[in-house]
């Protein structure tokens, strides 16, 4: 009974997007799952005005009542011929075979082998509850009737407890939101600064490593940028002989630290993911990468004993 009456709805949105966009859509798929639906869009851009827009008419529609019905035909060129606007997945149509098309009552016209409702009525509330992109298509998520229901007093709650949080009401969070995301960006801005700062100003150990010269750059950090000290280290051991263990402990999220154990092309006797993998289990780690590069997440009170070990792995191999 869901899917036949989520199905229905699904139309009544496509042919709302359609009319506003004023060209046929091509929904790849629909899926139906217990709590929730999808359909797939294979479209440049959509915008969420253009939803929520679209959204509001198919509510409008449900009221309305709108009748839903359905014909027959011999095969997909003779309901072309028929409804040459006639929207069709068909890709997944045998063209000769006999095919339904059903009609949202002067709004929506498409093939569809499923069940439909017979009224919009049934359909009682459509929501949109997300949209995404997921390669070439949008991938927009809704609910109807009684899930509809459901979902938007869940939503309701969420956006409560969004107001509680960032101090806001209904008529200011959106500026609210916007100002905190101008306030989070010059934050991190600073931060930025702050961590190629310190990363440039670690002092290197210079060690003999068989027949050359090698920088041990070591050091533990308190919630730095991750991304910058990846893009530190690739610099670091592609424009100099080194190995790189930087560790950063983030206390503000929970009792973890990020490392990055890294070495340059020209020492290719150590590999950093075996070494890595050599001592994970003991030391709680999790992670790996290259044999030249490893990223890996470990225990905040482990980093002294996990960064000496790696060392002394790899002053064994010198041996």
Known sequence: MYNKIAHTAEHAFIGSLQKQINRILDVRKVEHREFDNSVFLTIPHIDRELIVSAEKE???LITEGRKIISYSFQSLDEAKKHVPL?????SRINADS?????????HDIAACAMEHATNLKECDLFLVTNVSKNGDDYVINFVVAQQAKRASIDLSLKLLKVYEEIGANYNTVVETVKKLQAINEINRSKLKKLTIEKLENISPQTVQYHDKKVQIINAAFTDLIDEEIRVFAGRKI???????????????????ANIVFARSQSLPEIDCNKLFKEISSSSGGRGGGKPNFVTCVIKKEMVADFVKKILDLINYHQK
């Open 86 to 90: 006639l929207r069709a997945n068909e």
């Open 58 to 60: 198919v509510n409008s």
């Open 238 to 256: 592609i424009h100099s002989v080194a190995i790189i263990l930087i560790a950063n402990i983030n206390l503000s999220s929970d009792d973890t």
């Open 98 to 106: 006999p095919i339904r098309v059903i009609e949202i009552e002067g």
